[in-house]
T-cell receptor, first 114, second 115 residues
């Protein structure tokens, strides 16, 4: 039933570790996104894939690497985690890149780096 | 570049009263979409309402309405008959066309509904 699902919902890990967050959507959308929400609740786009092709790659450290095996999945891998990576990460999808289509968000992954 | 501005401090609203959340935007796109999302304390992002830049009428969805003033570049959200469950962060967002088609968010407004 879930439209956009992310796993895990919570992730607590030590500095220096490598971790992945998975995202899957069953809406048939062709575009998927990763957003980061910081401690002040500001949402900023990180990456976007359209039909498995990277179309948005904001200025994020190259420790963050997205991977889209197919248009229904977009995973986020983070190497060498730092304290400043602690945030809520949202996956989202949309029907296409047209202005009239909003995003459907996953429930978020709260990452805590200790 | 697109810019969304939400500057109101946190708001307390009496239950059953209406509340207006301000949003102004700046874009050079001739065509764009405006959105409002709700984020309750549980953390999920919930789509509320959409307004297209060429839509002639203001959008309405149940108790939510969008007061769109294109010349002023404002897209205020009005919540009528506030309920306790309306307590949340509210985000205004905009999506342009072509190269500006990402959904850009404002910083949000915190609303607390009191009985």
């Amino acid at each position: 039933d879930t439209a956009v699902s992310q796993t895990p919902k919570y992730l607590v890990t030590q500095m220096g570790n490598d971790k992945s967050i998975k995202c899957e959507q069953n809406l048939g959308h062709d575009t998927m996104y990763w957003y980061k929400q910081d401690s002040k609740k500001f949402l900023k786009i990180m990456f976007s894939y359209n039909n498995k092709e990277l179309i948005i790659n904001e200025t994020v450290p190259n420790r963050f690497s997205p991977k889209s095996p197919d248009k229904a999945h977009l995973n986020l891998h983070i190497n060498s985690l730092e304290l400043g990576d602690s945030a809520v990460y949202f996956c989202a999808s949309s029907q296409n890149t047209d202005r009239g289509y909003g995003y459907t968000f996953g429930s978020g992954t709260r990452l805590t780096v200790v | 570049a697109q810019k969304i501005t939400q500057t109101q401090p946190g708001m307390f609203v009496q239950e059953k009263e209406a509340v207006t959340l301000d949003c102004t935007y700046d874009t050079s796109d001739p065509s764009y979409g405006l959105f409002w999302y709700k984020q309750p304390s549980s953390g999920e992002m919930i789509f509320l309402i959409y307004q297209g830049s060429y839509d002639q009428q203001n959008a309405t969805e149940g108790r939510y309405s969008l007061n769109f003033q294109k010349a002023r570049k404002s897209a205020n959200l009005v919540i009528s008959a506030s309920q306790l469950g309306d307590s949340a962060m509210y985000f205004c967002a905009m999506r342009g066309s072509y190269g500006n088609n990402r959904l850009a968010f404002g910083k949000g407004n915190q609303v607390v509904v009191i009985p």
